[in-house]
């Protein structure tokens, strides 16, 4: 390409091809004189220096709540690399003698049109110019592909061959394919192109029973030339991520046997993990990688994953918990102080999600977090903490009264938990609110079991031991919270774990604690689902226990089918997925004490199964056409509009907050619009609800609500735009704060057709 400039100015250029862009100079008025004064007296090479700028991935969203979310485990794990940018900084060049500046960069496959910029300047004097340019082959190459595919889809797959010169030719197309497809039937067709016209050969695809990134490349030979359009297509699984795990004790001088089965995983998705160690907490260390990888950025869950690495920082390593950019504890500890910050309101107050309304059980539950950091040696902002504990002193002042589920069936009017909850974290603070407490002293009818120990562990961290021994309940019993999915997020295993956490902070010797432990370690173990509040709290108290009580010698030798792989000569080991994938796994305990192992196996099934089940709520889904007409036997046409309603039930009366509800598109759909409102003619919609926050991606969207009502519906539009048989996953709906609420139904598959 020839630039055109005043003779001995410099050149900048954003884009090149075949052509010439005129630039011609002028005298710059303020502020730009200095900047190019100093860029020219910044040169000291006239070189060209051509950089094709790589893709940006974004890693941090800019939008509210829902766009801070880490949805790493329910989006696409397999991601691919579909759009290439163009993007092209020549660098400063000196122009010739004649105001010339030629170059030459290699554009990537690329149809369509490029904006050209040049910037000249010389002393004071600039100027500036902008062209466009088309970019375009004698043959264009469309290739109709949909975003994604799934292990066993068939596709139809069109490709549109432009011949954009206006002489005839005969073109020869071959398709070829990388990884998980394959070619059905004939790859190669020849088609009779007029000029100036298309052809469309038509082509057959499938997918193997396996996941990737798969790459789909069209050759066309003709007009004694060769053209190529490569293509990245991923293909992901049509269900969700499987877990299977297992965990046990073995005491010195005897020998644990484990055997992991993942026969029906499919192969390079799975991922294998075993840890031994001292740590009785590492019986639960489920518990704890679910905690810390829990997929969601409110602050509730930002604290509650930092919370237990002030205590199990060297495990969550140990166990290479931080799954994104392999962070560190000190630094996860880090990021929540930060973020915390950013969502305090004016009045101290801080916001479940960004642009929230203030939540006190997320202010107190965050004070208490700052304030063991900031004891751990952590940077904490004082004007920070003195705003919040303004805050959760201002609230006291209320003597509201809340509705108290408990013991299955019953109910009572108690003070919201927040309060003995606050009084403990301004104790802790130095800040005793010594009025409210005595009221709430006087009033004990009015507290929860694990708000008297709170308020019995305020005394005592005030220093009233005798108020201490008066208020502490002779034992955890008697009172089993039912759990909670808004609000203070309270249940029986939350409710002992904070009482045994402040239990152990004022009377470590206390004759309750080893009951409180077995207790909560028991429930840790034994319970299929929990919240990050009933993991959290009782992570902090257990890590609090084992770090004072671990007094174990014992080593292992750990072998796999026979061969020993490792030697835990510090009581600590994680095994990786290369050692682990024999059949039969041993752990040979020597010395006092007890070693305790976690293993964890997961991978996607390759037939995509799941089980169907509906746990106290039910969701379903239904297609309809853009005219209210239910849509039967999953039989579409190429380019029909299609409404998607997706209805969730719960199975009794109270309201069930954070629900997430996730429906996994089949390939050949992609998402037109999230909102029906905004769409003509959906007048026939007259029951839809509108969702708390909307995540939408290419191959699923994700719907946050709140369960208010006994039966919600919602509904968006998609476009069949690919014609074949594609899987179905199933529509999935949980609350994000008790995973025993869930519900799993409805995959299948679709047929789109032309």
């Given at each position: 390409m020839t630039v055109k400039a005043a003779p001995g100015s410099m050149v900048t250029l954003s884009a090149v091809d075949n052509g010439v862009l005129q630039v011609s100079g002028f005298e710059s008025p303020d502020p730009y004189k200095y900047f190019y004064q100093k860029k020219a007296l910044e040169v000291t090479a006239f070189n060209l220096y051509p950089l094709l700028f790589a893709e940006v991935r974004t890693q941090l969203s800019s939008t509210g709540g829902d766009g801070e979310l880490d949805l790493t485990k329910r989006v696409n794990p397999m991601p691919a690399k579909r759009v290439q940018l163009v993007s092209y900084w020549s660098g400063i060049r000196k122009a010739n003698s004649s105001g010339n500046a030629e170059f030459e960069v290699e554009i990537p496959s690329f149809s369509g049109e490029i904006r050209l910029m040049a910037v000249a300047y010389k002393g004071q004097s600039f100027g500036a110019s902008e062209n466009t340019m088309t970019v375009a082959d004698p043959v264009v190459i469309s290739t109709a592909l949909p975003r994604f595919m799934s292990p066993g889809d068939t596709l139809t797959m069109p490709v549109t061959l432009s011949n954009t010169t206006t002489n005839n030719a005969t073109l020869s197309a071959t398709v070829k394919v990388e990884g998980p497809l394959k070619v059905v039937g004939t790859g190669t067709a020849q088609v009779s192109v007029n000029g100036k016209s298309e052809a469309r050969p038509v082509f057959k695809l499938a997918a193997d029973p396996e996941i990737g990134v798969a790459q789909v490349k069209v050759q066309v030979s003709g007009m004694g030339e060769k053209f190529e359009e490569a293509i990245e297509i991923s293909v992901r699984p049509p269900s969700t991520l499987q877990k299977r795990s297992g965990s046990g004790v073995v005491a010195g001088g005897n020998t644990g046997k484990i055997s992991i089965g993942t026969q029906d995983f499919i192969e390079g998705s799975t991922s294998y993990n075993l840890v031994v160690s001292r740590s009785p907490a590492l019986e639960l260390g489920e518990q704890l990688r679910y905690l810390v990888q829990y997929p969601y950025g409110c602050t509730e869950q930002t604290v509650s994953a930092a919370f237990p690495q002030l205590y199990f920082g060297d495990l969550s390593d140990l166990m290479k918990l931080q799954q994104q950019n392999k962070k560190n504890a000190n630094e996860n500890i880090l990021e929540a102080i930060r973020k915390i910050k950013m969502r305090q309101l004016y009045n101290g107050a801080l916001t479940l999600w960004d642009g929230g309304k203030e939540d006190w059980w997320t202010s107190v539950y965050a004070a208490h977090f700052l304030l063991e950091a900031k004891k751990a040696g952590f940077d904490v902002d004082e004007s920070l903490l003195e705003t919040l504990l303004s805050y959760l002193n201002n609230k006291l002042k209320n003597r509201e009264l809340i509705n108290y589920y408990y013991n299955r069936d019953q109910n009572k009017k108690i003070a919201p938990k927040e309060v003995a909850y606050s009084l403990y974290v301004l104790a802790l603070a130095g800040r005793s609110n010594v009025p409210a407490m005595n009221y709430y002293k006087s009033n004990t009818n009015l507290l929860a079991l694990d708000s008297r120990y709170l308020l019995s562990a305020a005394y005592a961290t005030a220093g009233d031991k005798r108020?201490?021994?008066?208020?502490?309940?002779?034992?955890?019993?008697?009172?089993?919270?039912?759990?909670?999915?808004?609000?203070?997020?309270?249940?029986?295993?939350?409710?002992?774990?904070?009482?045994?956490?402040?239990?152990?902070?004022?009377?470590?010797?206390?004759?309750?604690?080893?009951?409180?432990?077995?207790?909560?370690?028991?429930?840790?173990?034994?319970?299929?689902?929990?919240?990050?509040?009933?993991?959290?709290?009782?992570?902090?108290?257990?890590?609090?226990?084992?770090?004072?009580?671990?007094?174990?010698?014992?080593?292992?030798?750990?072998?796999?089918?026979?061969?020993?792989?490792?030697?835990?000569?510090?009581?600590?080991?994680?095994?990786?997925?290369?050692?682990?994938?024999?059949?039969?796994?041993?752990?040979?305990?020597?010395?006092?004490?007890?070693?305790?192992?976690?293993?964890?196996?997961?991978?996607?099934?390759?037939?995509?199964?799941?089980?169907?089940?509906?746990?106290?709520?039910?969701?379903?889904?239904?297609?309809?056409?853009?005219?209210?007409?239910?849509?039967?036997?999953?039989?579409?046409?190429?380019?029909?509009?299609?409404i998607v309603q997706v209805t969730i039930e719960r199975s009794f009366s109270s309201k069930i907050e954070n629900v997430v509800i996730t429906d996994l598109l089949p390939a050949g759909f992609e998402i037109e619009n999230p909102r029906t409102k905004e769409i003509p003619g959906m007048d026939w919609i007259k029951d839809a609800y509108t969702p708390t926050a909307l995540d939408v991606r290419d191959d699923r969207i994700h719907l946050f609500v709140d369960l208010h009502t006994n039966k919600q519906v919602y509904y968006y539009a998609v476009r069949a735009v690919s014609p074949g048989l594609f899987k179905m996953g199933p529509v999935s709906a949980d609350a994000m704060y008790n995973g025993e609420y869930h519900s799993y139904h409805g995959a299948g598959a679709v047929r789109i057709e032309e």
């Open positions: 108020s201490f021994g008066e208020m502490l309940p002779a034992a955890f019993e008697g009172e089993a919270s039912v759990p909670q999915t808004g609000g203070s997020f309270y249940s029986d295993v939350r409710d002992e774990a904070i009482a045994l956490n402040a239990l152990l902070e004022v009377d470590p010797g206390n004759a309750q604690i080893p009951v409180m432990v077995k207790h909560v370690s028991e429930k840790l173990k034994n319970r299929r689902y929990l919240s990050t509040q009933e993991r959290a709290f009782s992570f902090l108290a257990l890590g609090k226990h084992a770090r004072a009580a671990n007094k174990s010698t014992a080593t292992a030798e750990i072998k796999v089918n026979g061969k020993t792989v490792a030697r835990a000569a510090d009581g600590a080991w994680r095994g990786t997925e290369a050692e682990l994938k024999g059949t039969n796994i041993e752990i040979d305990v020597k010395g006092n004490g007890s070693l305790y192992y976690f293993w964890q196996a997961e991978g996607i099934s390759s037939t995509g199964s799941f089980v169907e089940e509906d746990s106290y709520l039910k969701v379903r889904r239904r297609f309809f056409n853009r005219f209210g007409q239910s849509i039967e036997g999953n039989k579409f046409k190429q380019n029909d509009l299609v």
